[in-house]
């Protein structure tokens, strides 16, 4: 499931040419590209697929899931193209749901849809949507994941782990009642919006002193803190004890019989890691918790690039590679 690993997305990019207009080409760790708009501004753009998640929140998801990674560039999504694909037997009144979901949604965040694409065909099985976000920001205030500092705090921002437990929620109602609990369970199918981090990456970008964003979706806090520190040239130290994890994150850990290091993989959709100024931390933490977000400082960034993980009083090395279980907590097998 997912992106190429590191080094076979490197194969398939090779063969890109490097073109002076483009700031930020297409490079593992960054979900974004940047080219110049102007002499004052960069355009912003990303592009996202969206399959395999709740039908009621799929058009919310697909706009979300681009505008997010516009956002960690420091730039407010301002247009997106929309295309969506299905199967031959998908009926017209499926798109054109999905089609009110994902213009609601551009709505709420002020995004133009300027154009897109749908059909059906043959080899799909489920329907698939692609958005493609921009979003401009003047030169000296685009964020980058490759500018971590040794001495940057790493900020993150929700638990590892949420996004997985709640789309087990709405999914999986029955056995996510019986792990989870019948009140829990209502209470996580509601908090598919926290799949989000368009607000929380603009706030952190306007309060100064961040120096990197990343969100922690495919690989989950292992594929984001690792493509971090290897794009910033930098290593880190972090507190397992810091990591927030919710209790179905455990949960869904022991029904599924997963590793610690699967654990720290899983999907996290929503959430940001942070290198953030040390002088800022204090400042940064009240102004989350201003806006309801409950952030946590994991530890720090170091000059030495070894990537360490502090468990039980002990340094261990940080898992390498991510090994996200979502499909298969997704597919309800155990």
């Given at each position: 499931m997912g992106k190429l690993g590191t080094e076979d997305l490197k194969k398939l990019l090779s063969c890109i040419k490097r073109d002076p207009r483009v700031i930020v080409p297409p490079m593992p760790g960054f979900d974004s590209g940047v080219h110049a708009l102007n002499h004052e501004k960069y355009l912003v753009v990303s592009t996202d697929p969206c399959i395999g998640v709740p039908e009621e929140w799929f058009g919310w998801l697909l706009i979300h899931y681009a505008a997010s990674d516009v956002a960690l560039f420091g730039a407010k999504p301002e247009f997106c193209t929309i295309s969506l694909l299905g199967p031959p037997q998908t009926k017209p009144e499926i798109f054109c749901g999905i089609m009110k979901q994902t213009c609601k949604a551009a709505d709420d965040l002020g995004i133009a849809i300027v154009t897109g694409?749908?059909?059906?065909?043959?080899?799909?099985?489920?329907?698939?949507?692609?958005?493609?976000?921009?979003?401009?920001?003047?030169?000296?205030?685009?964020?980058?994941?490759?500018?971590?500092?040794?001495?940057?705090?790493?900020?993150?921002?929700?638990?590892?782990?949420?996004?997985?437990?709640?789309?087990f929620a709405v999914m999986h109602e029955k056995l996510a009642r019986q792990l989870f609990g019948i009140k829990r369970t209502r209470e996580l199918s509601k908090l598919v919006s926290m799949q989000s981090c368009v607000k929380e990456a603009l706030m952190l970008a306007d309060a100064g002193g961040v120096h990197a964003l990343h969100d922690a979706t495919e690989g989950g806090l292992t594929a984001s803190l690792n493509e971090m520190a290897e794009a910033s040239n930098v290593g880190f130290k972090v507190d397992a004890e810091n990591i927030p994890i919710p209790r179905e994150a455990y949960l869904l850990q022991k029904q599924f019989n997963l590793s610690y290091e699967e654990l720290l993989s899983m999907s996290s959709t929503g959430t940001i890691l942070a290198a953030i100024e040390p002088t800022k931390k204090d400042k940064i933490l009240k102004i989350s918790h201003k806006n309801g977000i409950d952030s946590k400082i994991l530890g720090i960034f170091t000059k030495n690039t070894q990537h360490v993980l502090l468990k039980n009083g002990k340094e261990r090395l940080f898992p390498q590679k991510a090994y996200d279980p979502y499909e298969r907590i997704l597919s309800g097998k155990v």
């Open positions: 694409h749908t059909g059906t065909y043959e080899g799909l099985s489920n329907p698939v949507g692609v958005c493609t976000a921009y979003g401009t920001v003047n030169k000296d205030k685009l964020i980058t994941p490759d500018r971590a500092r040794p001495g940057d705090c790493i900020l993150c921002t929700k638990p590892i782990g949420l996004e997985i437990a709640v789309n």
